[in-house]
């Protein structure tokens, strides 16, 4: 079994930042990537950002300069630090983790979402 949990979500205003943690627990091999998505509501889920076992990150051009990735020693804390939020930020924030339950076993596994709320 495999577990992921998001937390940090909340109600802020616009300019104000929000910090989330993902952690991922359970019979892993291998972390290979953590990305945080978002869905806001009628919307499609989307990639915010990601950050692999080798220290790649992207992000969403939307984001890119007011939002961080980070992670501790291993993928099995990571965070997103949101900085500058908007209203458009507004949605669902759910972690995504790609690993390997074993060299021959690999899935990707979701965390129950954190509302984000920005709004005044």
């Known amino acids: 079994q495999v577990h992921v949990v998001e937390s940090g979500g909340g109600l802020v205003q616009p300019g104000e930042s929000l910090s989330l943690s993902c952690t991922t627990s359970?019979?892993?091999?291998?972390?290979?990537?953590v990305a945080w998505y978002r869905q806001a509501p009628g919307k499609e889920r989307d990639l915010v950002a990601r950050?692999?076992?080798?220290?790649?990150?992207d992000y969403a051009d939307s984001v890119k300069g007011r939002f961080t990735i980070s992670r501790d020693n291993g993928l099995n804390t990571v965070y997103l630090q949101m900085n500058s939020l908007k209203p458009d930020d507004t949605a669902v924030y759910f972690c995504?983790?790609?690993?390997?339950?074993?060299?021959?076993?690999?899935?990707?596994?979701w965390g129950q979402g954190t509302q984000v709320t920005v709004s005044s």
């Open positions: 359970g019979s892993i091999f291998s972390i290979v990537a």
């Open positions: 950050i692999t076992a080798g220290h790649s990150v």
């Open positions: 995504n983790a790609r690993l390997y339950s074993d060299p021959q076993h690999w899935g990707d596994y």
